[in-house]
């Protein structure tokens, strides 16, 4: 998916170490220095921004904003299959 994640300036480093964390790439930052804002673009896989609103409107004190749209459909690195393998078969692979 393609993120587009606006913020203020203080809390960039926050929303950047998120978006680690939630496997995303970033691809793009712009500073918006007339009105104090960032804006990160990245693409992250689509299961991992179920609930990033919430989690943005906490590391950014409610005043940061997202926009999701697809971007590709891309294969998922091996060790996340094998533990959604391990979840629903219950084997270990």
């Known amino acids: 998916m393609k993120?587009?994640?606006t913020?203020?300036?203080d809390f960039v480093g926050d929303?950047?170490?998120?978006?680690g964390i939630r496997r995303g790439r970033i691809q793009e930052m712009e500073s918006q220095e007339d009105v104090g804002l960032q804006v990160v673009k990245?693409?992250?896989p689509l299961a991992s921004v179920f609930g990033y609103s919430t989690d943005l409107r906490s590391r950014t004190q409610g005043r940061g904003t997202f926009v999701l749209e697809f971007a590709q459909y891309d294969s998922m690195p091996p060790n996340v299959e094998k533990a959604i393998l391990e979840k629903f078969t219950g084997v270990s692979y």
Not at 15 to 19: K, R
């Open 3 to 5: 993120l587009e994640v």
């Open 7 to 9: 913020c203020p300036s």
């Open 15 to 19: 929303v950047v170490s998120d978006l």
């Open 42 to 44: 990245a693409e992250v």
